[in-house]
C-alpha cells in the first residue's frame, strides 16, 4: 500500500467515527434526554428537568455542529 492509499484509508474510517458518533449523540439528545425529561416533568421535578435539559443540550448541540461545521460544501462526505 502506498502512503496516499494508507491516509485515504484512515480518513474514511474516521469520517464513518464521525458519523457513528453524531447519531449517538442527536440520538441521546433527542430520544434519551427527551425521555428523562419527560420522565421527571412527571414526577413533577420541573426544575430537574429544566436543569438536565440545559446540561446535555450544550454538550449534545456540539457534537453534533462540529460534524456538519467539518463538512464541506458541496460534499457528501466530511
Not at 433527542?30 to 421527571?40: I, N, P, Q
Not at 430537574?48 to 440545559?54: D, I, N, Q, V, W
Amino acid at each position: 500500500m502506498t502512503a496516499e492509499e494508507i491516509e485515504a484509508k484512515r480518513q474514511l474510517r474516521r469520517s464513518h467515527v464521525r458519523i457513528v458518533i453524531t447519531y449517538v449523540a442527536a440520538g441521546f439528545l433527542f430520544f434519551g434526554g427527551y425521555g428523562m425529561v419527560v420522565y421527571l416533568l412527571v414526577c413533577g421535578k420541573i426544575d430537574e428537568a429544566k436543569s438536565l435539559f440545559l446540561s446535555i443540550l450544550p454538550v449534545s448541540a456540539a457534537v453534533i455542529s462540529f460534524w456538519f461545521g467539518g463538512r464541506k460544501s458541496g460534499d457528501s462526505t466530511p
